[in-house]
């Protein structure tokens, strides 16, 4: 899993780890260090991540070359994110995300440990 390093994303990444864990799912989280690996899902972070599911919180909707990136690697990339939807997004296994054109719910405002949730 691949969180965010601000507020949010420590928040959302908390949610999804205690869920995986009560479950039973082990799982790798990674807060990127916004110095040395920039923001949230990116090339340079994948170099090190070595999955079959990488889930994000708070972040990859604007994620174009990490999910290229992921798709040649055969790993499903799934995308949980409130921020706004670009004209392009992700080539992703999932998106979740209230901002999308489509999405029925009924609050898109929401932040994203609301999404992760």
Known sequence: ??????VDGVVSSTIMSEF??????????IIPNRFRDGYG???????????????????????????????QRGIDLI??????VPETIPDAYAIVNPKQEDCPFPYPEICGA???W
Do not use: W
């Open 1 to 6: 899993m691949v969180g965010d390093y601000d």
């Open 41 to 71: 899902i990116n090339e340079k972070l994948l170099e090190r991540i070595d999955a079959d599911v990488i889930i994000t919180v708070d972040n990859g909707i604007s994620a174009l070359q990490a999910a290229e990136v992921c798709k």
């Open 20 to 29: 995986f864990t009560d479950i039973g799912i082990p799982i790798t989280l």
């Open 79 to 84: 995308i949980t994110d409130h921020h706004t």
């Open 114 to 116: 609301q999404v992760a």
